[in-house]
């Protein structure tokens, strides 16, 4: 497995995309350039790293879930995706259209979003095409691991599938 290639344009065009919604309504680019500012500034200072660990991380959960329901841990290793319907990211990609829109309507409204987005987030299904605002953001957060951080990652699985199996 070679090094992990970071997908320069849509990371790029993030902040953009960003300046171009806040500029439809001026209001939100107090909300939105923020965001994009520190994305980018994050992304050029080595943010490649931690997408990679965070898709590490989500390869453990993953795997872990399928040892609980009775995949064995190689298989459940193999089959286990870097990018998961449940990570938190996908609740906070659900909360930044439901805050824009509440904004738009009413500025205090705002706050009803990350609950109700963490509400979503719990109760929908992993499948349900709502989570695609979140999918999307998710993808600029979380990376195939490296050798590095898929080694270390695979130690860390197979420590806990053996903590699994005690426990059955």
């Not at 705002?110 to 605002?133: E, F, N, T, V, Y």
């Amino acid at each position: 497995m070679g090094k992990a290639r970071s997908p320069l344009p849509l990371p790029l065009a993030f902040p953009f995309a960003l300046l171009g919604a806040a500029l439809l309504w001026r209001e939100a680019l107090l909300l939105l350039l923020p965001l994009a500012l520190v994305y980018l500034g994050a992304f050029l200072w080595g943010f490649g790293r931690f997408r990679r660990w965070h898709g590490a991380e989500h390869k453990v959960v993953e795997a872990l879930l399928l040892v609980e329901k009775g995949v064995e841990p190689e298989e459940a290793w193999r089959r286990a995706k870097a990018l998961s319907p449940a990570c938190g990211t996908v609740a906070l990609g659900m909360a930044l259209p439901l805050g824009l829109a509440f904004y738009v309507l009413s500025p205090p409204l705002a706050l009803l979003a990350p609950p109700l987005a963490l509400a979503l987030h719990l109760k929908l299904p992993r499948s349900s095409p709502l989570r695609l605002p979140g999918l999307l953001l998710e993808r600029l957060f979380v990376a195939e691991p490296g050798p590095l951080e898929e080694a270390r990652a695979k130690r860390a699985f197979s420590l806990l599938a053996a903590v699994l199996r005690e426990r059955r």
